[in-house]
């Protein structure tokens, strides 16, 4: 962890009167993932992704390296944001001419669909006033646009432009850094340089990049697909910490802002490539990012749903041995979605409906997971997981349990739909439906009515004031189940 002291001058002499605070940002980051040749092309969007994954992390250190500075003043590099420290007025003078040159180049590579904006103040008064006066910074420079002259001239529509992203950087074994480059970062030479390593220190940078691989290369998406031992589906999985950004809003100091992130940064880059190194998601799931505040990963659609669950039960033991300290529940819980491809879906357009299913889930609520269609919280997840097994073992070893399975997911399906006036004819259907399976097990009937009743007593749940009220989670088991069901 970095911790932050009083510093002093590089003469080792007099006490610096008052740091500079420069915090920057990168805007239009999800929309040039998924925009232009990203949209249609894997390739492309992978190299996308490590570009801006990498830039986010570059821009500081390589502004440090300019200025003539530590790392040690770096304070939090992400895909982003970034927040560095400066010793003096002159320093952030210089910072700022050099941003302004990144930030023009930035515009060139991206066809203006990428912005790099920044905010500086002095380390003056308590946290809370200093990152007010850095996000009004931030705030003003992200509408600045409209009032710049020509802003409302007609526009002149232009071909796009070749994508500047450059090649090689998932797999490079370091990136340079230098403004001859077209999109200022590559994977050889450059003005500066850093090893690409899974081992954090100052002078390389961090990264969880975790392929599954085939004999050829990283797997595509058709060969992920073709691992899952159900359906042969792929997916992308994206997870965000709930009320990330409240919880850096409460904290008291910029130490405490520093140590903070570095410590969920630290945690989802070392949990993602830990988990990968495990034998059931080893081949089966590749790292597009892992950020501060959250992480995508994609793959195989079941290897995706363990993932999932085995990483939500490694952050609850995280955040109870770790962040105990801290009141309130913010960044304390953590929401997921998986988003199942359908046929010649791409990446890009995936990951992008799996971002809209995460929204959908903050919305709904915290610490919870959209799956299926459904969302669910993380303890009814478990449920859903052992109904899916029940629903496994009806289909395969029953005759009727097909049948069964067939009719409860038709149920379902009516009482989602149905009027309140219907409420009553849907409540003897469901009693008609339990006596219909009643003597239909032949020589196993005493294990298929214990294994139904069990289905039917978790799936449906209570009437509430004389409504029929079905769990999500039982309908999210039989999808699972169903995709589970090779062929």
């Not at 049948?403 to 409540?427: I, M």
Request: aromatic residues 8%.
């Amino acid at each position: 962890m970095i911790a932050y002291r009083k510093h002093t001058d590089f003469q080792g002499k007099n006490p610096m009167s008052a740091q500079i605070l420069l915090q920057g940002r990168l805007l239009g980051v999800e929309n040039f993932l998924s925009s232009g040749s990203a949209g249609q092309n894997n390739v492309v969007f992978e190299a996308r992704t490590a570009w801006v994954t990498l830039l986010g992390e570059v821009l500081p250190r390589a502004l440090l390296s300019e200025l003539q500075l530590p790392l040690l003043l770096m304070g939090t590099a992400d895909r982003n944001e970034f927040l560095v420290i400066l010793p003096d007025q002159g320093r952030a003078d210089a910072a700022a001419q050099f941003l302004t040159r990144a930030a023009a180049t930035i515009q060139t590579a991206t066809n203006s669909a990428l912005r790099l904006i920044w905010s500086a103040t002095e380390n003056l008064g308590a946290w809370t006033v200093v990152r007010k006066r850095l996000n009004d910074g931030l705030r003003e420079q992200r509408h600045k646009v409209p009032l710049e002259p020509g802003f409302f001239a007609a526009f002149e529509k232009t071909a796009p432009s070749d994508d500047a992203t450059p090649p090689g950087l998932r797999e490079a074994a370091g990136v340079g850094f230098s403004f001859d480059f077209p999109a200022l970062i590559a994977a050889e030479g450059g003005q500066y340089h850093w090893d690409l390593s899974a081992q954090a220190s100052m002078g390389n940078i961090s990264l969880s990049r975790h392929q599954a691989q085939t004999d050829n290369g990283p797997a595509s998406t058709a060969q992920l697909a073709g691992r899952s031992k159900g359906q042969r589906l792929w997916g992308v999985l994206r997870g965000e910490f709930d009320d990330f950004a409240l919880r850096l809003r409460r904290v008291q100091s910029v130490e405490e802002y520093v140590t903070l992130a570095l410590l969920y940064k630290q945690f989802l880059a070392g949990e993602l490539e830990l988990l990968c190194s495990q034998p059931d998601y080893f081949q089966s799931v590749t790292v597009l990012y892992a950020t501060t505040s959250g992480f995508a990963v994609y793959g195989a659609w079941d290897a995706l749903a363990g993932f999932a669950q085995e990483l939500e039960r490694i952050f609850a033991r995280f955040t109870a041995e770790n962040l105990k300290e801290l009141p309130g529940g913010e960044a304390k819980t953590i929401s997921m979605a998986l988003r199942i491809a359908d046929a010649e879906e791409t990446l890009g357009h995936v990951y992008e409906m799996a971002g809209r299913d995460l929204e959908v889930a903050k919305a709904s609520d915290k610490d919870c997971i959209h799956l299926l269609g459904r969302v669910l919280e993380w303890r009814h997840l478990s449920s859903a997981a052992e109904l899916k097994d029940a629903v496994a073992k009806l289909t395969e070893e029953f005759r009727s349990g097909r049948q069964f399975v067939t009719q409860l997911r038709n149920l379902y399906k009516k009482v989602e739909t149905a009027e309140r006036s219907e409420d009553e004819r849907l409540r003897a259907r469901a009693l008609r439906f339990q006596r219909q399976f009643a003597r239909a097990a032949g020589k196993r009937e005493k294990e298929f009515q214990k294994l139904r009743s069990h289905l039917m007593k978790e799936m449906t749940g209570k009437n509430i004031r004389g409504r029929l009220k079905l769990r999500p989670e039982g309908l999210v088991a039989m999808e699972w189940a169903r995709l589970s069901a090779k062929g």
